[in-house]
């Protein structure tokens, strides 16, 4: 619906101030943005070149422009060599990055990408996040669609989880920490009852020990820490090793769905 | 609208149909079919029956032969047009097309013009063949050249436009319909029926293929594309194609 592809069924949205939905509006969005969708796209029985060639003549670019962004785009992704093969001949990560750089080649303010590393060998999967990365840098505003959320907490700065509806939208560190927050654990060289007793006066959250750990959860590392080490030690302890542990993105997927279910 | 951009899609096409197979032998059989074929059944019939090919019968021999001109306009445009539409959407290429700023009016106006030009480029290769083909092959009974002439020139000119439009309409509207290519060409022979009711209809005496009857002819077809046009257009609206489209 954002890339203006299919009708809006509620609600309303704007992308560079232009509503989705208003046809005027819709053909002012479609110029400032680039999509790669999941299944990239692409002419298979045209040349890498010329697939990016035609994609730039509809934006308007100039020849010059054109011709400059291909080489450009198509050397940064190691296809160069390969732009007067068929598209059809290539592997899922050269169509992959081919369809990147069809997105890119009008340098749209706006980049949606739709599953960018899905079915990609390890090494084209890096290429690609690595290449986000580097628009990232160059401040494009950029809608990664991925079931891989290890991928999501890595290269997104906000973050919304999906499921039949959006459950939350924040930033990756705001979610660990507002969904599920973070975990200390300590390593004693001996865990006994004078200490567990100690720590039960700092009326800790969630207070477990297993063999030589105690482990806890924290919102503000910095300031219960070192409150908790204290007691510890006054009450006898020796600490090995504090360590504070963030759940991950699964962990809050998987609160979120079953919150949901 | 802006033509420079239907242009660049129909530019597009035909650099795919050129690595497209079966595109490009739905594009050239036929007008070789008319253009070696009839000819030669001219030849081998002049020499099994001289009476069949008389000067007073081939004229109206000649002019049944030429309205298979027509029909096949009609059928190259079927195989076109489900590629560059269904076939698309099944690889998937169509939604990149449609998530750029060209508007709904330059993708299918481009669609229509990479149906259109193979189409009639092939048919007037062919024709122009058929003509110097049977006036070799009938020269000797008639005394003349009976191609070229008004009559066909007119149904080159006038009629396998137009009905070569009707085509490409229906095409359109057919792929709004289907979900696979065959299911495209499946409903797309369909647009033969009309094409055939006029030859048969001419074979029997109901209406007559002179410069009139042509005229006549191309003038209803052209209302029908008219409101052919309507309805394409209508059902070619780029925001259901992937949500609606069957």
């Known amino acids: 619906m954002l890339c203006c592809l299919i009708s809006k069924t509620s609600g309303s949205a704007t992308i560079g101030g232009y509503e989705i939905g208003n046809k005027e509006g819709s053909l002012k969005i479609r110029k400032m943005i680039g999509l790669v ?3 990239v796209g692409l002419s298979e029985h045209l040349t890498a070149y010329d697939n990016l060639d035609f994609y730039g003549k509809i934006y308007d670019c100039s020849d010059s422009q054109r011709k400059e962004s291909i080489k450009r785009f198509l050397e940064m992704l190691g296809l160069w060599e390969k732009r007067n093969d068929l598209a059809g001949t290539f592997s899922k990560g050269m169509k992959q990055k081919l369809a990147i750089a069809r997105a890119l080649i009008h340098d749209p303010q706006v980049l949606f990408l739709d599953e960018p590393t ?16 580097e628009l990232k840098k160059q401040k494009k505003t950029i809608f990664l669609n991925t079931h ?56 800790l959250k969630n207070l477990t020990s297993e063999a030589n750990k105690i482990t806890f959860d924290v919102s503000d590392p910095d300031k219960e820490n070192w409150g908790a080490v204290e007691a510890i030690v006054l009450a006898g302890g020796h600490v090995n090793t504090v360590n504070v542990v963030g759940s991950s993105l699964e962990d809050v997927y998987l609160k979120l769905v079953r919150e949901s279910a | 609208m802006r033509l ?30 008319i253009s070696v074929l009839f000819p030669a059944i001219l030849e081998f019939a002049g020499h099994r029956s001289a009476g069949l090919l008389s000067a007073t019968n081939l004229p109206n021999l000649l002019n049944s032969f030429s309205f298979f001109i027509v029909i096949g306009a009609t059928y190259i445009p079927l195989g076109i047009a489900s590629y560059s539409i269904v076939g698309e959407k099944i690889e998937k290429s169509l939604e990149p097309l449609l998530a750029t700023p060209l508007t709904d009016g330059e993708i299918l106006l481009g669609k229509a013009i990479a149906a259109l030009l ?40 006038v009629l396998v436009p137009v009905a070569v439009v009707m085509s490409v309409l229906y095409s359109v509207i057919v792929s709004s319909r289907v979900n696979d290519v065959r299911s495209a060409n499946s409903f797309g022979i369909f647009i033969f029926l009309p094409f055939l009711a006029i030859y048969l209809a001419s074979e029997i005496g109901i209406i007559s293929l002179d410069l009139n009857g042509i005229f006549i002819i191309a003038g209803i077809l052209s209302a029908i594309d008219i409101a052919l046009y309507f309805v394409s257009t209508a059902a070619f609206q780029r925001e259901e194609i992937l949500t609606k489209w069957k």
């Not at chain 1, 006994?192 to 039960?200: C, D, W, Y």
């Open chain 2, 118 to 157: 193979p189409t009639l480029a092939a048919m007037y290769a062919g024709a122009t063949v058929f003509m110097v083909g049977v006036d070799a092959t009938t020269f000797g009974k008639l005394g003349y050249n009976y191609f070229p002439n008004w009559t066909f020139g007119v149904l080159l000119l």
């Open chain 1, 148 to 203: 891989n959320l290890d991928e999501a907490q890595r290269i997104c700065d906000k973050i919304g989880i999906l499921n039949t509806k959006l459950r939350v939208v924040g930033t990756p560190e705001d979610l660990e920490r507002e969904v599920k927050g973070k975990k200390t654990i300590v390593s004693l060289e001996q865990v006994n009852e004078k200490i567990l007793s100690a720590l039960k006066k700092l009326s």
């Open chain 1, 118 to 133: 899905a079915n990609l060998d390890p090494e084209s999967a890096k290429t690609v996040r690595e290449f986000i990365l």
């Open chain 1, 37 to 39: 969708p999941d299944n």
């Open chain 2, 4 to 33: 420079s951009k239907a242009w660049l899609v129909a530019s597009r096409d035909f650099k795919i149909f050129r690595h497209q197979k079966n595109i490009l032998y739905s594009i050239i059989i036929f007008p070789i079919i």
